[in-house]
């Protein structure tokens, strides 16, 4: 909402109000801009701390759905049931138009038969609303600590830390996009080299 002409015009004494209640208006006026403002301010702020929540009101939800999902299935590729796609279609339409996951769809069918996540940084975001910011921060470091030549064993390292393979395989596939390794190719494998 825009106020400043109303501010500008106060501040230099045109106003209908007289006496002391000029000052009240005043201040009023100015605490609710600024009030504005810092609301402005705040979505334009959480827009950039956190895009993907910023999608619809329902991502933060239907992330953990997903998640869930994919814990239970061991898998980045998931089928949600008539019902949940229902309940979060226009987040999960909104998901795929951004990349984030692809729907596979069957003729005849409203529902897609399989939903696949396939945004490395949405899967771990995903993670990372669920609460699994400290085996994020494990697979982190331990990828971060190796030397240079090193091979990793996303499963290994799944074991070790306790999460799913989806994740780490999610680790390796970012570092490759960013040049620090190579993700191995062979089918069914979750192995990276160290570059």
């Given at each position: 909402?825009?106020?400043?002409?109303?501010?500008?015009?106060?501040?230099?004494?045109?106003?209908?109000i007289?006496?002391?209640?000029?000052?009240?208006a005043?201040?009023?006026?100015?605490?609710?801009?600024?009030n504005q403002?810092?609301?402005v301010?705040?979505?334009?702020?959480k827009?950039?701390?956190?895009p993907?929540s910023s999608?619809?009101?329902?991502?933060?939800l239907?992330?953990?759905?997903l998640?869930?999902a994919?814990v239970?299935n061991?898998?980045?590729?998931?089928?949600l049931?008539e019902?949940?796609f229902?309940?979060?279609?226009?987040?999960?339409?909104?998901?795929e138009a951004?990349?984030?996951i692809?729907?596979?769809?069957?003729?005849?069918?409203?529902?897609?038969l399989?939903?696949h996540?396939?945004?490395?940084i949405?899967?771990?975001?995903?993670?990372?609303?669920?609460?699994k910011?400290?085996?994020?921060?494990?697979i982190?470091?331990?990828?971060?600590?190796q030397a240079?030549g090193?091979?990793l064993?996303?499963?290994?390292?799944?074991s070790?830390?306790?999460?799913?393979v989806?994740?780490v395989?999610?680790?390796?596939?970012?570092w490759q996009e960013?040049?620090i390794?190579?993700k191995?190719?062979t089918r069914?494998?979750?192995n990276?080299?160290?570059?």
């Amino acid at each position: 909402m825009k106020l400043d002409w109303t501010l500008s015009l106060a501040k230099i004494g045109i106003s209908t109000i007289k006496g002391d209640a000029i000052s009240v208006a005043i201040e009023t006026l100015s605490l609710f801009k600024s009030n504005q403002d810092s609301k402005v301010i705040d979505e334009r702020f959480k827009l950039f701390e956190d895009p993907i929540s910023s999608i619809h009101p329902d991502v933060l939800l239907v992330s953990e759905v997903l998640y869930i999902a994919m814990v239970e299935n061991n898998s980045t590729t998931i089928q949600l049931t008539e019902r949940v796609f229902d309940k979060y279609r226009r987040s999960l339409q909104m998901l795929e138009a951004r990349g984030h996951i692809k729907f596979t769809h069957v003729a005849g069918s409203r529902y897609p038969l399989y939903i696949h996540i396939c945004s490395p940084i949405y899967t771990l975001y995903t993670a990372s609303i669920s609460e699994k910011n400290k085996e994020l921060d494990e697979i982190s470091k331990l990828i971060d600590t190796q030397a240079v030549g090193t091979w990793l064993d996303g499963s290994k390292i799944g074991s070790d830390i306790n999460c799913p393979v989806f994740l780490v395989n999610s680790f390796f596939e970012l570092w490759q996009e960013q040049g620090i390794g190579f993700k191995s190719k062979t089918r069914g494998s979750c192995n990276f080299l160290v570059n």
